[in-house]
């Protein structure tokens, strides 16, 4: 098993996203029709320079739909060796920056913050306790906040799990 890494970038330095003042995909992972995949660790970080900003609201979920994204190809992470990801890079796949949410029928909200935009907030799973995301499922970071911040949204994962 492997372990991957999700993030905005573009010739090889990370990308911010911006939030947007309606709920909005960060970063999107697609899981292969294949196999599942095990969520060991996500989080995000923001550069809001107002401290009287509020908070916003931060989302991972497990999604029947995928959002439109700009593609970004997952990273090995830990080892070099292994094989590339399965989560393929693609406009409806593995990507940031969603343009479109879709029409969402099903979900499973995986974990759920208000968030300072001065802040950031990030999560290990313990090894027991870690999350499954099925087989052709769509695992998303998505935020809401009431003023446009940047953020830098990552996700690591373990496949196949």
């Known amino acids: 098993m492997s372990l991957y890494m999700a993030l905005p970038k ?6 911010e996203v911006a939030t947007g003042t309606a709920i909005k995909t960060l970063l999107q992972v697609a899981t292969p029709s294949t196999t599942n995949i095990r969520i060991v660790a996500w989080g995000v970080s923001f550069d809001g320079v107002v401290s009287t900003n509020p ?4 989302t991972l979920g497990d999604f029947d739909v995928a959002a439109t994204v700009t593609g970004v190809s997952p990273e090995e992470w830990g080892n070099v060796d292994s094989q590339a990801s399965l989560c393929v890079s693609g406009a409806s796949a593995t990507g940031y920056n969603g343009s479109a949410e879709g029409s969402i029928a099903g979900s499973t909200l995986l974990d759920v913050q208000e968030v300072h935009p001065q802040t950031g907030y990030s999560l290990w799973f313990p090894e027991r306790a870690q999350p499954l995301v099925k087989a052709s499922r769509f695992l998303r970071i998505r935020a809401l906040f009431s003023v446009d911040i940047n953020s830098v949204p990552w996700i690591l994962w373990e496949e196949p799990a």
């Open 10 to 15: 573009s010739s090889h330095a990370a990308v």
């Open 55 to 58: 908070a916003g609201i931060v």
